[in-house]
Each structure stands twice: as structure tokens, then as C-alpha cells.
């Protein structure tokens, strides 16, 4: 089983807003192992291989999944996270408990502040959360619900490719503490990579 290990976890204040910075080595890979698509038990390659059984319908297909090899588990984790945002799927079995929990902890929340996007800066990827769809994914880091289901959220959110989701949704499976301190002031968070490194770092929005 491939470890990720946190070699850096700092925090620092500029201008006034915390910034936060986990660095993983190794491997994102396999946070919860068993989310891993077994020919590759990276989670990116697991974000790739979820995110090509979305149809043009924008409906995630299990039984797509499944067919080049990802685990069961990962497909209804997957589905679950896009249940969270308001996709639908098909041939997977969402985990109701868990939506409702998690939905639960949005409805405090009165009205979503912030965006959902993504974009580059130069080579620097950068992705933007609400304020509601980032207290979701606190929700399922919350209750170790599985990097699959945090691809999940990431992608239906914001529109981002698997791959890329799956390495963010890793590092943040880690040290998911970090997500606290980046949406301490209400607005959602951006969360940023630079590609195809397995460094994490984000901010509030």
C-alpha cells in the first residue's frame, strides 16, 4: 500500500489571510486504498477513470466505471459525492446516511457565499469552492467518507478533470484540517496545485 506522507505542514499569515501548505511525497495515492482502481492506486488515476464514465448527459454511469476496473466502492463513493452538489448517476448506490449528514451541516449555512470554478494562473491550478459545496466536502473529510466521494464534490462543483481532482481530494483527505482555516471567513476557499505535483496549498476566497 503506498503512503503519503505529510513532510511540510505550515502556516503563515500575508496581507492579513492564512495560507496553509501540505506537502505529500510519495504517493497521493491511496488515502483509503481501497478507492484505488486496481490496475493504478493513484488518486488521480482514480479521478481519471470515475470522471470517464460521465456520459454527455452529465450522468455518471457505475456500470462504466466498473467495466475498466474501478471498485464498486469507489463508484458509490463517487456517486454519493455528486448526489452532495446535485448530479445525478446511474448503476450506484448513494449513501443517503451520509448525504443526509452532510446536508444537515450545509443548512446552517443561510445563502452560499463564493464561487465555483477553476482556472490557471500561469502553471498554478486553482480551485474555487462556495461557501456550501466547501462545507460539504469538510462534511466527508469529517467523516472519513473516502477520497472518491471528495472527487466527487470537486468535480461536480466545479467541472474540474478527475485526474486533477484526485490529487487534490488526496492531499486534502491527509490533512483536511487545513480546509477549516481556509474558509474561516464564510466566502468558500481556493484551493491550488501546481501540476502534476502532489502539493496542496489553499486560501480563503
Not at 457505475?62 to 445525478?88: M, P, Y
Not at 481530494?169 to 502534476?196: D, E, K
Request: aromatic content about 2%.
Amino acid at each position: 500500500m503506498a503512503r503519503s506522507i505529510i513532510t511540510t505542514c505550515a502556516r503563515w499569515k500575508r496581507l492579513g489571510v492564512a495560507t496553509l501548505m501540505v506537502a505529500l511525497v510519495a504517493s497521493v495515492a491511496s488515502v483509503s486504498p481501497a478507492h484505488a482502481a486496481p490496475s493504478d492506486p493513484s488518486a488521480a488515476s482514480l479521478g481519471a477513470a470515475l470522471s470517464s464514465a460521465i456520459g454527455s448527459d452529465g450522468v455518471f454511469d457505475g456500470d462504466r466505471a466498473r467495466a475498466i476496473g474501478v471498485s464498486t466502492e469507489a463508484v458509490d463513493a463517487f456517486a454519493t459525492g455528486r448526489s452532495l452538489v446535485g448530479l445525478a448517476s446511474r448503476h450506484a448506490a448513494v449513501d443517503r446516511q451520509l448525504v443526509d449528514e452532510v446536508e444537515r451541516s450545509t443548512a446552517v449555512v443561510r445563502a452560499c457565499a463564493g464561487k465555483n470554478r477553476w482556472d490557471h494562473t500561469g502553471i498554478q491550478l486553482n480551485v474555487y469552492l462556495n461557501s456550501c459545496n466547501t462545507t460539504r466536502l469538510l462534511g466527508v473529510l469529517g467523516a472519513s467518507a473516502g477520497v472518491a466521494t471528495a472527487i466527487g464534490i470537486i468535480t461536480a462543483a466545479t467541472g474540474l478533470g478527475g485526474a486533477a481532482a484526485g490529487i487534490i481530494a488526496a492531499g486534502l483527505a491527509v490533512a483536511g484540517g487545513v480546509l477549516t482555516a481556509c474558509s474561516s471567513r464564510g466566502r468558500g476557499t481556493v484551493i491550488h496545485n501546481i501540476p502534476p505535483g502532489s502539493v496542496v496549498w489553499c486560501n480563503n476566497q
